[in-house]
């Protein structure tokens, strides 16, 4: 079965110190790779996502991920955390094809930022 | 700016009581999703749409109940609320394309007393 990890509950960074967030996943084949950030009382909004091509990718906010198939990663970074980063991260996978929206999320990393 | 909607945000009820969390998008899109979460935890799909009089249960069983009459609207359903329902519902939504960007709306915190 499909599963995504995020081995870090909790990443404390100072502002303007870099940033990387892990994740893994177990998957049959190569998914629709995504990352979304969670503010407190707010929805999910998308960072970035990898379909195919280049795997290096820019999202919003200054952020990036780096897909490595051999690793069966899509960890997530950001060269200077801003006050402002602070929320929680999910990193999801979903399906090619059809199902391609069914998405399979990992736990979650909690981001804190000191100043 | 995503057009979804979830109401109520926050709603605190007794035990047994039927409860509705309705979710609306004005995107137009065929596809919508509602996701259970509990605090520190994932996110797990359970229920989805992929359009009209379409509805699904998604991979984690719940005893909610949807309906999709309308192409805009998704709502959720608990016909007796349990304290083990206590959670954060997420509405979410899509176009057909697979893998497009998809949607949150806000959530509903939902805790049964």
């Known amino acids: 079965a499909q599963s995504v990890t995020q081995p870090d509950i909790h990443i404390t960074v100072s502002e303007g110190a870099s940033l990387e967030l892990r994740c893994n996943y177990s998957?049959?084949?190569?998914?629709?790779l995504f990352w979304y950030v969670q503010s407190p009382g707010q929805g999910l909004q998308l960072l970035l996502k990898?379909?195919?091509?280049?795997?290096l990718v820019q999202g919003i906010k200054g952020f990036e991920a780096e897909f490595k198939r051999s690793q069966s990663s899509f960890n997530l970074r950001k060269p200077s955390v801003h006050w402002s980063d602070a929320a929680e991260y999910f990193c999801?996978?979903?399906?090619?094809?059809?199902?391609?929206?069914?998405?399979?999320f990992g736990a979650g990393t909690i981001l804190r930022v000191k100043s | 700016e995503a057009d979804i909607y979830q109401t109520p945000r926050y709603l605190v009820i007794g035990t047994g009581k039927k409860i509705t969390l309705e979710c609306s998008q004005t995107?137009?899109?065929?596809?919508m999703y509602w996701y259970q979460q509990d605090p520190g935890m994932e996110l797990h799909l359970i229920h989805y749409?992929?359009?009209?009089?379409?509805?699904e249960k998604g991979d984690l069983s719940s005893e909610s109940t949807v309906s999709r009459i309308r192409t805009e609207h998704f709502p959720l359903t608990l016909e007796s609320a349990r304290p083990s329902h206590t959670s954060q519902y997420l509405c979410?939504?899509?176009?057909?394309?697979?893998?497009?960007?998809?949607?949150f709306g806000e959530g509903s915190w939902l805790t049964v007393v």
């Open positions: 979410a939504s899509t176009t057909g394309v697979p893998g497009n960007t998809i949607y």
């Open positions: 998957y049959g084949a190569t998914p629709y």
């Open positions: 990898y379909f195919s091509g280049d795997t």
């Open positions: 999801a996978v979903g399906p090619r094809g059809e199902y391609g929206n069914k998405l399979v």
């Open positions: 995107m137009g899109h065929d596809k």
């Open positions: 749409s992929y359009g009209v009089n379409s509805t």
